[in-house]
């Protein structure tokens, strides 16, 4: 088996993997911004890997799937700026936001099962 083969197939099952965890995610608790920020529904989930969560973020007026993450976290709770929406206070880089409008690379990968 070559490298390239090896590195594909771990690709594919990790993806498999996430995908398991997005559609049984259950227990989700909404959250709605203030209207300063803009109108967005945030939804927590639990999937079904212990110390993970699901958040996903939507438009309200129209309920469509903006942004989506999947991350590890035992305690997630949201907080609301006028620039981002704030899902995991433990990370670095940048990483734990999602930008408010979201990105249309978030908007594109909302769309990906």
Known sequence: M??????GAIVVIR???DVHQRL???NCL???SAKEVGEYVAEICLPPARGMALLRLY???SG???AERLYEHSDPHLIWTREELIYDTAASDGKGTVGLPPTWWDRLLAFVP
Do not use: N, Q, W
């Open 59 to 61: 438009s309200k007026p």
């Open 2 to 7: 070559s490298i390239a083969a090896a590195i």
């Open 15 to 17: 993806y498999g993997v």
């Open 64 to 66: 469509t799937l903006l």
């Open 24 to 26: 049984h995610a259950g």
């Open 30 to 32: 909404r959250e709605t």
